[in-house]
């Protein structure tokens, strides 16, 4: 088993709650009530996205297949009390 890293695209919804999607895993939805909740609940969809397309003998998806391994740039959610 291997890992890709993918980017996601966090939005904080109206309602309450955060919506993740990704231009490099299309299909990629996920919706949580944290960020932290939101990025777990994407990589579980990310992973059955791709568990899908092996099963299926479909091409992953272009831009995952020819990503380099370079990470140049981090962020992560850190809670605050104000």
Do not use: C, N, W
Not at 6 to 24: C, F, N, P, V
Not at 26 to 50: H, S, Y
Not at 59 to 75: A, D, G, Q
Request: aromatic share 4%; net charge negative; glycine share 8%.
């Amino acid at each position: 088993m291997t890992e890709e890293l993918i980017s996601i695209r966090i939005e904080e919804l109206e309602e309450g709650g955060y919506l993740a999607t990704s231009d490099e895993l299309p299909g990629l939805v996920a919706q949580g009530r944290t960020i932290a909740e939101t990025m777990e609940i994407a990589r579980d969809v990310a992973r059955k996205l791709i568990e899908s397309y092996v099963e299926h003998g479909d091409p992953i998806p272009f831009k995952l297949r020819h990503k380099k391994k370079l990470i140049s740039e981090l962020k992560i959610p850190v809670g605050m009390a104000v």
